[in-house]
């Protein structure tokens, strides 16, 4: 039941080695695809890094630069271990993927385009919850790194995240039980 689904999907970081087919990632891509969408726009874009590959071991040193250079903390060990870590979870995700989102032709459809784009993302992560895969939707440091043209996005597109995509290990089980604030505290009935 889609109720059931969207109550117990939970963001996952923590992945077994299990790959993750390219069958499956279309399978999701093609879920993401029937969010809704304000004017038939259509406006994401999903961008793969195959696992082991020259363009995920590239993104993975960028952000490895990026964290090094931008953590706050002035430690230098810190900055070292923090940027290996970012590095070593992008090069370890079994599945990694970035996902933008189209400028509209005004200020208006280009928010819709992006409100539509993580309605996409949305539905991504329930069809992967569905097929028991985990997603990890981050818009820290992959998307601060500013991988962009590196990995072939238009310059115009706006970054909406990047997903840490695989099969969930039993670290994830242990993960604390996550809230929501009641319906009546976040309803105005009028
Ligand atoms: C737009 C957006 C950006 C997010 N960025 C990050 C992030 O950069 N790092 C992170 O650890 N989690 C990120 N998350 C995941 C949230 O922290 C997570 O959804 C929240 O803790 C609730 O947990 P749940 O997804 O298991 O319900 C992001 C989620 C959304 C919707």
């Given at each position: 039941?889609?109720?059931?689904?969207i109550?117990?999907?939970?963001?996952?970081?923590?992945?077994?080695?299990a790959?993750?087919?390219?069958?499956?990632?279309?399978?999701?891509?093609?879920?993401a695809?029937?969010?809704?969408?304000?004017?038939?726009?259509?406006?994401?874009?999903?961008?793969?890094?195959?696992?082991?590959g020259?363009?995920?071991?590239?993104?993975?040193?960028?952000?490895?630069d990026?964290?090094?250079?931008?953590v706050?903390?002035?430690?230098?060990?810190?900055?070292t271990?923090?940027?290996?870590?970012?590095?070593?979870?992008?090069?370890?995700?079994?599945?990694?993927?970035?996902?933008?989102?189209?400028?509209?032709?005004n200020?208006e459809?280009?928010?819709?385009?992006?409100?539509?784009?993580?309605?996409?993302?949305q539905?991504l992560?329930?069809a992967?919850?569905?097929?028991?895969?985990?997603v990890?939707?981050?818009?820290?440091?992959?998307?601060?790194?500013?991988?962009?043209?590196?990995?072939?996005?238009?310059?115009?597109?706006?970054?909406?995240g990047?997903?840490y995509?695989?099969?969930?290990?039993?670290?994830?089980?242990?993960?604390?039980?996550?809230k929501?604030?009641?319906?009546?505290?976040?309803?105005?009935?009028?």
């Open positions: 039941m889609v109720l059931d689904a109550r117990a999907r939970r963001t996952v970081r923590d992945f077994t080695e790959p993750v087919r390219d069958s499956t990632l279309e399978l999701l891509i093609e879920a695809t029937w969010a809704p969408n304000h004017r038939s726009t259509e406006p994401w874009r999903f961008i793969v890094l195959g696992k082991d020259t363009m995920r071991n590239k993104v993975a040193q960028i952000v490895h990026w964290t090094y250079e931008n706050k903390n002035p430690n230098p060990e810190r900055r271990s923090s940027a290996k870590s970012a590095q070593k979870e992008i090069l370890d995700a079994p599945a990694f993927m970035y996902v933008y989102s189209m400028q509209g032709r200020d459809v280009t928010e819709e385009n992006y409100a539509a784009t993580s309605c996409a993302i539905n992560m329930l992967a919850h569905s097929l028991g895969v985990g990890g939707w981050s818009t820290g440091k992959p998307c601060l790194a500013d991988v962009g043209t590196a990995i072939g996005a238009e310059p115009d597109w706006d970054i909406v990047a997903l995509i695989g099969y969930p290990d039993d670290q994830q089980a242990k993960q604390p039980e996550v929501r604030a009641s319906v009546k505290d976040v309803t105005i009935w009028s």
